[in-house]
């Protein structure tokens, strides 16, 4: 803290900026900006520094270059608490989607023989380089996350983790099931809630945004065997869980065991 | 001797980006755009993929412009499957598209673009003094992400529109309330063309070999979607050919390739659009594009930003005429159902700050090919060309005054820089 503001940061990895987009639309942002003062935050701030300190680092974007290691490094050394922002920094991001491929070949369909002078990674999410304190799930996160994170920070509390699918803010919205009414490979079972069924509610199928819930609870194989009964190949399941999960370690072998038990 | 000038990662724009400028003994010896931002190879990781799936992907790309990602997606994705939307949903996605156009012009403006004329950092401390311009800017912003968000679920990476149409549509109260907001937002918009009106554009960047490009509207109106680009060299071809006309290559220095048209850098954007099809626009727009036609420079990049402002009061006056039609036709069927073929699909929009071109190739409901060309990635090899003629004004200057003004002709441009790192198949 100084002059009793409280000292915060936003950082972009790699990422399509959206998480940072959705910080600065809120209309909540100037009051609670009111109370802080920003060190870095190049997306709004031009006198912005990555080496200073500060009390909250947001970080979205995964980690896709050699620099980007070093950058999350020197944020974790320079933070109190850091978050983890969106789908790209807690999950790896859509980009990871690619990590059934090698890097190279990714590279070679891209940029055929062309070079760079920077060094391009596969897609990782920031966990696997620093200690993470708390995360925003979603693609983006909600505005109520934020407001909801931030606002416990700043009075000295922690926030709570959501432990709970999609498909809880669906039933209780009344919606009818686009899994098990319309047949439709809804991932809703075991996705973080948080966005009010937002999908579901338009009629579309979850695409798993937020991610798959934590604490070893992610039924995985129950909605893959949900899924194999609908008629979709193992390939098909995993394809459609990787897109926000593909970092997620349980996940193959959670589905293959229901392959293994119906062969 | 001069210090060389190295801008590590330019402020207020979307993605990470960064300016070099290295001299040498007779003055500006080279001027690069770094983009630093990592690959995410979009087109490589979709190619196998199931089509829908690809489809909630690809918008991802860019959360500034999502809606213009999905929507060219979507169209080409149509095109390849041999799909042709209704009329009433093609204009609900016009009227989608333009939330987008107006949410991010009101940001670039305002946010971005605004602080460094007033002399400030952020647009957070212009508060106390320029209270009615932030609320006009928020104002501005809601109403084009309320359209996004009624139409299309969410103002960031709208799932609700896809192939055949739309999940769900707004209620017919929802298009009223946005009619009304949209009646309130309009003099807003004025305003905000006479503020730009007065700021200053660089003349040190006037170059009167810029060529722009931009989408021959499709209904003969200033607007999104078209079957051919007009180049203002008098040039038309079929959006299906973009490739043969637009030719990207791999620079050293950046994740993102350049764009050449008939080996000459080009323009895209709000002013290609206005210098372009400032024949089509109707109402407002038309009687402020004759007043203010002297600043719609087509050789200056600077004169982006108030073409943007001019097409604030356009689209929020088209989006408003949308609205009057779709509830003529009230009620209207959200989705047809499309039927998944081979085939491969082009579809050329404009995004808010130019040219996004999409093919994709569609083999037993999965993607054989993807090919994405964004407008950042357009706009880089001219965008890099005024950068230099900047610095080759002044480099003489205080290099604090150098990294503002080099930084200031980067963000007329509206770069989205996470958009631009796209990756393209050669």
């Not at chain 2, 309009?186 to 554009?201: N, R």
């Not at chain 2, 491969?344 to 409901?365: C, F, H, N, Q, W």
Request: hydrophobic share 40%.
């Amino acid at each position: 803290m100084e002059n009793g503001k409280v000292r915060v940061g936003f950082y972009a990895l790699t990422s399509c900026y959206g998480c940072q987009l959705q910080f600065a639309m809120m209309d909540e942002i100037i009051q609670l900006l009111d109370k802080a003062n920003i060190e870095c935050w190049f997306m709004v701030e031009r006198d912005s520094d990555e080496d200073r300190e500060v009390d909250i680092a947001f970080i979205e974007g995964s980690i896709s270059t050699e620099e980007e290691v070093e950058l999350v490094k020197k944020i974790r050394e320079k933070a109190k608490i850091v978050i983890a922002v969106g789908s790209c920094a807690v999950h790896g991001g859509v980009q990871s989607w690619g990590n059934d491929k090698e890097l190279e070949e990714l590279w070679k369909t891209v940029y055929g023989d062309g070079k760079v002078k920077f060094e391009p990674r596969m897609a990782e999410p920031v966990e696997k380089y620093i200690k993470v304190d708390y995360r925003l799930y979603g693609c983006p996160p909600e505005k109520k996350d934020f407001l909801y994170a931030l606002g416990t920070f700043l009075i000295g509390s922690w926030p709570e983790d959501i432990d709970y699918p999609v498909c809880v803010e669906c039933r209780l919205k009344g919606n009818s099931c686009i899994l098990i009414e319309k047949g439709e490979p809804c991932l809703g079972p075991l996705t973080v809630a948080g966005c009010d069924a937002r999908c579901p509610s338009y009629n579309i199928a979850c695409i798993g945004c937020r991610g798959a819930i934590g604490y070893d609870v992610a039924w995985f194989d129950s909605l893959a065997k949900t899924f194999k009964e609908k008629g979709l190949t193992k390939e098909e399941i995993l394809e459609r869980m990787r897109i926000f999960n593909a970092h997620n370690p349980k996940l193959e072998e959670m589905v293959n065991k229901i392959f293994e038990e119906g062969e | 001797m001069y210090i060389p000038i190295t801008v590590d990662h330019i402020a207020r724009v979307e993605g990470k980006g960064g300016i070099e400028i290295v001299m040498g003994d007779e003055g500006v010896k080279e001027v690069k755009l770094n983009i630093i931002e990592g690959p995410r190879f979009f087109e490589a990781i979709t190619i196998g993929k199931k089509l829908e799936e690809a489809l909630a992907v690809y918008p991802r790309i860019c959360s500034f412009c999502s809606a213009a990602h999905k929507l060219t997606a979507v169209e080409a994705a149509e095109k390849a499957v041999g799909f042709t939307p209704r009329e009433e949903i093609q204009d609900l996605r016009d009227l989608l598209y333009i939330g987008d156009m107006i949410e991010s012009h009101a940001l670039h403006l305002y946010l971005l673009v605004l602080p460094d004329y007033l002399g400030y950092s952020n647009p957070l401390s212009m508060l106390d003094k320029y209270k009615k311009e932030i609320e006009y800017a928020m104002a501005l912003k809601n109403i084009g992400a309320k359209i996004m968000d009624y139409l299309a679920s969410r103002p960031i990476h709208q799932e609700n529109a896809i192939m055949g149409g739309f999940g769900k549509l707004p209620t017919k109260a929802q298009f009223e309330e946005l009619k009304r907001e949209l009646k309130e937002a309009l003099p807003m918009a004025e305003y905000t063309v006479e503020l730009f009106s007065k700021l200053e554009q660089y003349k040190e960047v006037e170059d009167k070999e810029m060529i722009h490009m931009a989408v021959k509207p499709r209904n003969g109106v200033y607007g999104i979607f078209g079957d051919y680009i007009k180049v203002s060299d008098g040039f038309e071809f079929p959006v299906e050919d973009y490739q043969k006309h637009i030719v990207e290559r791999v620079v050293e220095h950046s994740f993102a390739k350049h764009s050449f048209y008939k080996d000459k850098p080009f323009m895209v954007g709000a002013i290609s659009r206005i210098v372009n099809n400032a024949d089509l626009l109707y109402g407002r727009a038309k009687e402020l594009y004759a007043q203010y036609k002297d600043l719609l420079r087509y050789d200056n990049c600077f004169a982006n930003n108030f073409a943007q402002a001019l097409e604030l009061v356009y689209f929020i006056e088209r989006a408003i005429d949308i609205i009057d039609d779709t509830l003529a036709k009230w009620p209207i069927r959200p989705r047809d159902e499309v039927e998944i073929r081979d085939g491969r699909g082009v579809s050329i929009t404009e995004a808010p700050r130019g040219l996004v071109a999409y093919t994709i190739e569609v083999k037993d409901g999965r993607v054989a090919y993807a090919d994405i060309i964004t407008p950042t990635a357009m706009n880089l090899a001219i965008m890099e060309r005024h950068v230099r003629m900047m610095a080759e004004k002044h480099y003489q200057d205080d290099p604090e005054r150098l990294k503002y003004l080099t930084e200031m002709t980067v963000r007329a441009y509206d770069p989205c820089i996470s958009c631009s790192v796209h990756v393209v198949k050669l």
